[in-house]
């Protein structure tokens, strides 16, 4: 089971246990030896759902938007990336070279096509700007993926 996630960066603490917590959750409902995480290991949910689904004994696909993705994440979010890269069963690229808005939602589109279904750390609201999590649960859904998404109640961005 390939399983992609997408979600909010830039969460609080408060709310960044509760959805490690909810993912850990989720990743304990797969079979741990059939489950491969499909992320951009961005900081957060993508980061946040590939050691989960890696703790837990499945796999990591990463998906890399663009070649100048890693250097335009935060800096202190870098040797979690590379732990992760390291990590990764296969990579996946767009071939894109600037990490925008453009290439993070090709990157998704690739996660998507990848996934048997998308895990969404999402509010419900519409995205912040193009690409965002709404963007990317609107492009599954338009191309037959489930999502399920996850949130913590009465939790805000």
Same mark, same amino acid.
């Given at each position: ?46 980061? *946040?759902?590939?050691?989960? /689904?890696?703790?837990? +004994? $499945?796999?990591?696909? &990463? @998906?890399?938007? %663009? ?54 750390? *999402?509010?419900?609201?519409? /995205?912040?700007?193009? +690409? $965002?999590?709404?963007? &990317? @649960?609107?492009? %599954? ?17």
């Amino acid at each position: 089971m390939r399983v992609g996630i997408t979600g909010h960066r830039g969460l609080s603490t408060d709310v960044e246990v509760q959805v490690r917590a909810l993912l850990a959750e989720a990743v304990s409902g797969y079979d741990a030896g059939e489950l491969v995480a499909v992320s951009c290991i961005a900081d957060g949910p993508d980061a *946040w759902f590939a050691e989960a /689904a890696l703790s837990a +004994g $499945g796999h990591l696909e &990463v @998906v890399v938007p %663009a070649a100048e993705y890693r250097a335009k994440l935060p800096e202190w979010h870098h040797a979690t990336y590379d732990a992760l890269m390291s990590r990764a069963s296969d990579v996946h690229e767009t071939g894109m070279t600037d990490s925008d808005a453009d290439a993070h939602m090709a990157g998704s589109e690739v996660l998507v096509g990848l996934a048997d279904e998308l895990v969404a750390v *999402w509010d419900g609201k519409p /995205a912040w700007g193009y +690409g $965002g999590t709404a963007d &990317v @649960v609107a492009y %599954a859904e338009r191309n037959g993926v489930p999502v399920r998404v996850l949130w913590p109640e009465g939790a805000t961005r």
